[in-house]
């Protein structure tokens, strides 16, 4: 059974940075695509960003030159830095992983994230 764990959220100024991390289990991970998404309240979950299988990485246009995302694929961790965080940036972060053929997804439970003077 798939099991994702989040972890790192928490407050943060404007300019500062923050890094989530997500720690998967029951899951070939190297074979899989990994990425975060976001929602904040009374908006549609949104891709942040990913890397599939090969390695590629994709970006929300939002966050772009700001985010940086990594994955251990041994320790079947991924991880999202987070720099120059701006309160457009609050939301709930989830970790999130999908079969190759991106037929099946999965989801952790979340972690918050405010950027708040």
């Known amino acids: 059974q798939v099991h994702l764990v989040e972890s790192g959220g928490g407050l943060a100024e404007p300019g500062g940075s923050l890094t989530l991390y997500c720690q998967a289990s029951g899951l070939t991970f190297n074979a899989y695509h990994v990425g975060w998404h976001r929602q904040a309240p009374g908006n549609q979950r949104e891709l942040v960003a990913e890397?599939?299988?090969?390695?590629?990485?994709h970006f929300a246009n939002s966050v772009k030159d700001r985010f940086t995302i990594s994955r251990d694929n041994a320790a079947k961790t991924l991880t999202l830095q987070m720099n120059s965080l701006k309160p457009e940036d609050t939301a709930v972060y989830y970790c999130n992983v999908q079969s190759p053929n991106r037929i099946r997804s999965w989801w952790g439970r979340g972690t918050q994230v405010t950027v708040s003077s």
């Open positions: 890397i599939v299988a090969n390695g590629s990485r």
